[in-house]
């Protein structure tokens, strides 16, 4: 049979028409990378850049401060590391405890958890800065990675989702085997929920490698600068902004985020989707 019949054709051009329409934007940011900066928003109607310069790619990745962007890289690859391997570990223990054991109000603690997906972080940001201000842990990465090894409300809500599904029994069965309470979830538990881990991993990357408030706050020396405060540094009040290095730098800040997506997007279908076990 010819799949190109005219409904065939109709689809396809619809969601191509979409998705230019939605990637536009990124476009529109990579041509502008290669335009002089005083032409970006006079040009803006147009995606061709005249001249076309690489210059834009120099000066944003000399940075500022005696650091390159490289330095701005690293310390963001730091952070996102150390923050999704606190939340892998806090939510999935939490998640666990919350699923499997009994233990008293263990419902009502839930449900606090739950209500915290609904408080804006503005409300809990001066509290945390009063407390990490006392600490002595401002200008450091301590106070943006700290609080990820006691769990996120979101990760541990999709975890005991997804714990619930697989049966009780595969724990009983473990347990006659000798199993303690902790190798029940080594064992059984954890192997089972790596699509949910895996989906949890890519929202804390994103999340992370996004995050602009909390180095904001606490990130004072260039030196320990991550990728979005750096971007932010190119925009100016009191001189010209320098739109064309902070385009061209975003592109670059832009590659790990698709990569992320392009090779690990199954996991995040799959993660939500799938119910614990396969047949």
């Not at 963001?76 to 666990?96: D, N, P, Q, R, W």
């Not at 989906?199 to 030196?223: E, H, K």
């Not at 989707?273 to 047949?279: D, Y």
Request: charged content about 10%; aromatic content about 18%.
């Amino acid at each position: 049979m010819n799949k190109f019949t005219p409904k065939w054709f109709l689809y396809h051009l619809l969601v191509g028409g979409f998705a230019i329409l939605l990637l536009y934007p990124v476009i529109w940011l990579l041509m502008s990378s290669f335009k002089v900066s005083e032409q970006i928003f006079i040009t803006a109607d147009s995606l061709i850049p005249r001249p076309f310069i690489l210059s834009n790619y120099v000066q944003g990745w000399e940075g500022f401060g005696g650091h390159h962007f490289g330095v701005f890289i690293k310390n963001t690859a730091v952070f996102v590391v150390l923050t999704l391997i606190g939340h892998l570990v806090s939510c999935a223990l939490i998640a666990y405890g919350f699923a499997r054991l009994k233990f008293a109000g263990r419902s009502f603690w839930f449900g606090v958890m739950i209500f915290t997906l609904l408080l804006p972080y503005e409300v809990v940001m001066i509290p945390q800065y009063i407390i990490f201000s006392e600490l002595g842990w401002l200008n450091s990465l301590k106070p943006l990675v700290v609080p990820a090894y006691f769990g996120h409300p979101f990760f541990i809500f999709l975890l005991v989702q997804f714990i619930r599904t697989i049966p009780r029994e595969l724990d009983e069965a473990a347990t006659i085997d000798g199993c303690n309470t902790f190798q029940i979830f080594y064992r059984i538990i954890l192997p089972l929920i790596t699509p949910a881990l895996a989906t949890s991993a890519i929202f804390s990357f994103y999340w992370t490698w996004d995050n602009l408030l909390g180095p904001v706050l606490y990130l004072n020396s260039p030196s320990k600068y991550t990728v979005s405060l750096a971007l932010n540094m190119f925009l100016s009040n009191e001189t010209v902004s320098n739109w064309g290095a902070m385009f061209a730098m975003s592109i670059l800040s832009l590659v790990p985020v698709f990569l992320v997506f392009f090779f690990f997007q199954r996991y995040v279908v799959e993660g939500i989707s799938t119910s614990g076990l396969k047949g």
